[in-house]
């Protein structure tokens, strides 16, 4: 039982590039949810699904994208990187508790 | 809107002390409360967790009891170990499925 997959681990972007953060869970959890993790910030939850086809907003979603076309897979899209978007970035899911998975470190130069 | 307010830290302690991390709560529903902890390189684990008042949490030697009339939910253990060194975040979670952090407390432990 895998859990909660990201990739990639780390990444390291220039300014202006796009890219996806890959999330997955064999969980057959129905909500997910991306958070990121800044120093003295905590985690702050950028957008979360409660299920195929629906997302939400969360306390930071500007400059991320998400969409949910299965229940497994809950995808994290940066259009035009910026480096206030230097972090480390968490898919979750719930079932029972909350399962996170490990990050990925993202570095914008 | 919902908030967690959590001792910053760092906090260093030598083995065998007496730990606790005080967490404090602000909710407009009856919270669910949680305690989750980050070793170095990895993700959150759920450590513990209380769903109603008085109820307490606890796992590893780690503790905290739901008080709902100070709104607090503050981690204790009796004897750290140099393997308890992590970064410890305070949450909750009032219905919906959003999960609201502390800004989390790092705890070095020395030998």
């Known amino acids: 039982n895998a859990g909660v997959t990201q990739t990639p681990k780390f990444q390291v972007l220039k300014t202006g590039q796009s890219m996806t953060l890959q999330c997955a869970q064999d969980?057959?959890?129905?909500?997910m949810s991306w958070y990121r993790q800044d120093p003295g910030m905590g985690l702050r939850l950028i957008h979360y699904?409660?299920?195929?086809?629906?997302?939400d907003q969360g306390e930071v979603p500007n400059g991320y994208n998400v969409s949910r076309s299965t229940t497994e897979d809950f995808p994290l899209r940066l259009l035009s990187a910026a480096p206030s978007q230097t972090s480390v970035y968490f898919c979750?899911?719930?079932?029972?508790?909350?399962?996170f998975g490990s990050g990925t470190r993202l570095t914008v130069v | 809107g919902d908030s967690v307010t959590q001792m910053e830290g760092p906090v260093t302690l030598s083995e065998e002390a007496f730990l606790t991390i005080n967490c404090t709560y602000t909710?407009?529903?009856?919270?669910?409360l949680f305690w989750y902890v980050q070793y170095p390189g990895e993700g959150l684990q759920l450590l513990l967790k209380a769903t109603k008042a008085d109820d307490k949490g606890s796992n590893k030697g780690f503790e905290a009891t739901y008080r709902k009339e100070t709104t607090s939910f503050h981690l204790e253990k009796g004897s750290v170990q140099v393997s308890d060194s992590a970064v410890y975040f305070c949450a909750l979670s009032v219905g919906s499925e959003k999960l609201v952090f502390g800004k989390g407390t790092k705890l070095t432990v020395n030998p």
């Open positions: 979750a899911s719930r079932g029972y508790g909350y399962t």
């Open positions: 909710a407009t529903g009856y919270p669910s």
């Open positions: 969980m057959n959890h129905e909500y």
């Open positions: 699904s409660v299920g195929a086809g629906i997302t």
